[in-house]
């Protein structure tokens, strides 16, 4: 077959399976409140957890260091792209975590694949939640190691794993908050472990930072946790409302990322904008304490009413509340009675899920109100009556 050939039959075959993704265009800022096609939506499908996407204080933040900074940083970092400002945000960012020093990187996926690479070789074994998010996976595969997968939270198939392995070093990689659960790696367990074997603890909380801990400084904050074997991660695109990823711990290891992690270094630094975005995200958490409340808030809501209306959610501590439903059709047809009645709630499919547990994921924001929140469980029980 040529080779446009077996592009068109790979399209088809999704198209067959029920698993063409189609984007949606927004047509107004991110917000609990969205118009697509025309149509107002009430939106429960963005990570933008503390509603900051838009807030007008990060707006100003933005629109002052462009007038100060300009629009890009015109390098990578090594070179002459580490202005002032990326220089605060780290700093900020090692406070705000409790660690002692941070790298700012481009995404989120980036710095996940830095990471790894820069961590690992071929003599190091990997040991990888099976639910990891997807830059977890490749940022494992390009450090060139033995990549070993434990069941979901599994404290014993890690631990045998572990005691099983032969490899010069070790690194546990875990998403923080699952991103498509919602629910929190057993941290303090994966921790004493590592302690154990001698391994890194390479923490992906791209989901749990600004939303969990009782200050929404993330999943560290939740557990009481610091160790100096801790590679924590936390993206700027979901609570925080901007763009870009934070990586703190020891400071030799933010050394070591700077001298040898390949996507911050051969990669532009990120508009200065978004470092000044950052600081001020993080200013917010920590003197607007309606918006780590607003969020908690909501989550309680989310629970309560539906444990009282009967609508089966999965254990999450977060923001994230998956409603398993099975194939993807499934999925689809109660996303799209949702959207009938005004409301966008995503359907999740393979291969960002396991076949047989496509879902409806809601994420819920600050900006979301209590009102907001009935309004989606009287729709969800009327879409999955049927
Ligand atoms: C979104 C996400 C990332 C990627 O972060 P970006 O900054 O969007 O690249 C990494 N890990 C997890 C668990 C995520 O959900």
């Known amino acids: 077959m040529s080779a446009a050939g077996r592009l068109a039959a790979g399209l088809a075959a999704l198209e067959r399976d029920g698993l063409t993704r189609v984007r949606r265009t927004l047509e107004t800022a991110q917000g609990a409140r969205v118009r697509v096609a025309g149509a107002q939506l009430l939106n429960f499908s963005s990570n933008d957890y503390l509603g900051l996407a838009a807030d007008p204080r990060l707006r100003e933040a933005a629109h002052r260091a462009i007038d100060e900074m300009g629009v890009g940083a015109g390098a990578s970092p090594l070179v002459s792209g580490h202005l002032r400002l990326h220089e605060e945000a780290e700093r900020r960012f090692a406070r705000f975590a409790g660690l002692p020093r941070a790298i700012l990187f481009g995404s989120g996926y980036a710095a996940n694949l830095g990471i790894l690479a820069a961590l690992g070789d071929s003599d190091t074994e990997i040991f990888s939640d ?3 998010h997807a830059c977890l996976i490749d940022g494992a595969r390009l450090a060139r190691a033995q990549v070993t997968r434990y069941r ?12 099983r392995s032969s490899a010069g070093s ?16 057993p941290v303090p367990e994966l921790l004493a472990l590592c302690d154990r074997y001698d391994a890194w ?11 969990m801990g009782g200050t929404g400084h993330g999943t560290l904050e939740h557990f009481g946790l610091r160790s100096p074997r801790i590679v924590y991660m936390a993206t700027l695109g979901k609570a925080l409302g901007g763009y870009g990823a934070f990586v703190a711990g020891e400071a030799d290891v933010i050394e070591w990322l700077v001298q040898r992690a390949r996507t911050y270094i051969y990669s532009t630094a990120l508009p200065p904008m978004a470092a000044a975005v950052a600081i001020r995200a993080m200013d917010l958490v920590d003197s607007d304490f309606t918006l780590v409340a607003g969020v908690r808030d909501r989550i309680e809501e989310l629970k309560s009413r539906c444990a009282k209306r009967g ?17 993807p059709a499934r999925a689809m047809e109660a996303s799209r009675a949702l959207a009938a009645r005004g409301l966008l709630v995503p359907a999740i499919r393979p291969p960002s899920v396991p076949p047989g547990t496509s879902r409806l994921r809601i994420s819920l924001s600050a900006a979301h109100t209590a009102g907001d929140v009935e309004t989606l469980i009287d729709s969800l029980a009327e879409c999955l009556r049927t």
Do not use: K, Q
């Open 130 to 132: 099976e639910l990891n």
């Open 201 to 211: 603890l390479v923490l992906d909380d791209a989901h749990g930072v600004g939303v």
């Open 170 to 185: 070790r690194i546990v990689a875990t998403d923080a908050v699952f991103s498509m659960d919602g629910d929190l790696a």
């Open 152 to 163: 979901h939270n599994d404290v014993r198939a890690l631990e045998s794993a572990l005691a």
């Open 311 to 327: 609508i089966p959610l999965l254990p999450s501590p977060s923001a994230i509340h998956p409603i398993v439903l099975g194939t």
